[in-house]
């Protein structure tokens, strides 16, 4: 039985995604799915050995990605309008924050590259995401002046005592004329061939499709089986946080968000954060 290596984060929108695909909600046509889960900016740097199948990887990492890897059209994290937060223990401008110590969750996440593009001076600190309270405790510990937020923490940052000095993807908005911001997206290794692709895309496609229509069931699946400590997930901050990242912009990438991703490839290149490269091909 062949294979199919996944690899995606702790937050709750990629589970739901691929909950259907693992418990054996749908036909997976002969295919066995393995999984493995790692923070973000893990699996950033974890898609170069190209030793996973189908990876969750930040939209702005896929830029220098797309030579061994197709963006797959489901599956995406959109922000229309809103999306990761900058935070600081205490109410202050963004101009306030010139040449700051800032802490990021990585530097190839979309995140820290959009943040570039609107603030471009500060002091880059890498937070992991894992553990979830590592940020907050440098923020309260003032190894620095603020952080960005991805995952649930954008929801969570009110509860730890913290300000919010930015919106980036209502930043992005503004800088583009409104177009949503894709955040992360599922890459999919070119070397399974173009029929393999084919069928792991479709029944990608069919897992959240599934998911959507039996969200109750799922919810409570990612509820039981939550693991992370101190982020205190109940069920009115998992569905506020489904109904921000896993929807119909997850089901199917809409003209807009795919213009999105083609202006944030565009803007980072010209601004040096990007590397140079060719347009995004999305799998079927």
């Given at each position: ?152 923490g954008r929801l969570t940052f ?34 399974l061939g173009a029929e393999r ?88």
């Amino acid at each position: 039985m062949p294979t199919i290596r996944l690899a995606f984060s702790p937050d709750s929108d990629d589970l739901f995604m691929f909950w259907p695909l693992l418990s054996g909600r749908i036909d997976t046509e002969g295919l066995a799915f393995t999984h493995e889960r790692a923070d973000t900016e893990t699996l950033n740097a974890r898609a170069d050995a190209e030793d996973v199948d189908v990876i969750a990887i930040s939209v702005a990492r896929y830029a220098s990605l797309a030579d061994r890897y197709l963006l797959l059209p489901h599956g995406a994290s959109v922000g229309r309008g809103y999306g990761p937060v900058l935070v600081a223990p205490e109410a202050r401008s963004l101009a306030s924050l010139e040449g700051a110590r800032i802490g990021v969750p990585g530097l190839r996440t979309t995140a820290y590259t959009v943040l570039r593009l609107v603030h471009p001076r500060f002091e880059a600190v890498v937070l992991p995401i894992t553990p979830y309270e590592r940020v907050f405790e440098a923020l309260r510990g003032r190894e620095v002046d603020a952080a960005l937020l991805i995952h649930e923490g954008r929801l969570t940052f009110e509860r730890e005592g913290m300000a919010k000095v930015l919106d980036v993807g209502e930043a992005f908005a503004q800088l583009t004329g409104g177009l949503p911001l894709p955040l992360g997206g599922n890459a999919i290794r070119r070397g399974l061939g173009a029929e393999r692709i084919a069928q792991v895309s479709r029944l990608c496609q069919e897992s959240i499709r599934w998911a959507l229509a039996h969200r109750e069931e799922v919810m409570a699946a990612l509820l039981d089986a939550e693991s992370r400590g101190g982020v205190g997930l109940d069920r009115a901050m998992l569905d506020r946080y489904l109904t921000m990242y896993a929807n119909e912009d997850t089901l199917r990438m809409a003209p807009d968000a795919v213009e999105g991703v083609r202006e944030l490839f565009r803007r980072g290149r010209a601004a040096g954060l990007l590397p140079p490269g060719g347009d995004v091909e999305l799998a079927p």
